[in-house]
């Protein structure tokens, strides 16, 4: 079984910065890719940027140049660096990760519980 366990989140004044990080736990034999997706109130759950096992970044055009993603292959984890953050970045953020499994060889999608971080002064 896979888990992904998500920490950081809370609030935080316009301008400000703020971290998340997930790891990856259970039956697992690679974790090709990783990353972060948000979901607004009344909105769709979308990208927020995604790495690669070879460092390949993807990013939103919403965040780029503000957002970081980062991840540790030895430990399955990864990052969120937030920075110059705006009211319109307030959403819940979900790690998310494409695992194969150690037991079977399959490569499933998995999401964390979400993290909510709220952007207001």
């Known amino acids: 079984q896979v888990q992904l366990v998500e920490s950081g989140g809370g609030l935080v004044r316009p301008g400000g910065s703020l971290s998340l990080s997930c790891t990856a736990s259970?039956?697992?034999?690679?974790?090709?890719?990783l990353g972060w997706y948000r979901q607004a109130p009344g909105k769709q759950r979308e990208l927020v940027g995604t790495?690669?096992?070879?460092?390949?970044?993807n990013y939103a055009d919403s965040v780029k140049g503000r957002f970081a993603v980062s991840r540790d292959n030895a430990k399955n984890m990864v990052y969120l660096q937030m920075n110059s953050l705006a009211p319109e970045d307030t959403a819940v953020y979900y790690c998310?990760?494409?695992?194969?499994?150690?037991?079977?060889?399959?490569?499933?999608?998995?999401w964390g519980q979400g993290t909510q971080v709220t952007v207001s002064s």
């Open positions: 998310y990760a494409v695992i194969q499994a150690r037991s079977t060889g399959s490569w499933l999608s998995y």
């Open positions: 259970g039956s697992i034999f690679s974790v090709p890719d």
């Open positions: 790495v690669n096992m070879d460092g390949i970044i």
